[in-house]
């Protein structure tokens, strides 16, 4: 199974963005899973988890304007985030965790100033 993450791009302080993580097979089998990020000259950092029936945990610095869901007909994880700020640009991964952690590739996500 593959995960593959989009949605990234250029957006205004204040603006949205929604990333998805799209399975190649089924994302019943991952539990849970999570969206990090990683700025640059930073350690990746977890932004927020779901598990497999919907609990939900941020980080501090995205409660509020994150939220994460996965639908589970359609294979694909989501990260919603609103008011963006120029601290939330970062790389954005996706992962999943079955017997292992799988990656998807990171999705660029900056927000001007």
């Known amino acids: 199974v593959q995960l593959q993450a989009s949605g990234g791009g250029l957006v205004q302080t204040g603006g949205s963005l929604r990333l998805s993580c799209a399975a190649s097979g089924s994302i019943y089998i991952f539990n849970p899973m999570a969206w990090y990020r990683q700025a640059p000259g930073k350690q990746r950092e977890l932004v927020a988890t779901?598990?497999?029936?919907?609990?939900?945990n941020y980080a501090d610095s995205v409660k509020g304007r994150f939220t994460i869901s996965r639908d589970s007909a359609k294979n694909t994880m989501y990260l919603q985030m609103n008011n963006l700020k120029p601290e939330d640009t970062a790389v954005y991964y996706c992962n999943g965790l079955y017997l292992r952690p799988y990656w998807g590739q990171g999705t660029q996500v900056t927000v001007s100033s």
């Open positions: 779901i598990t497999s029936v919907g609990s939900t």
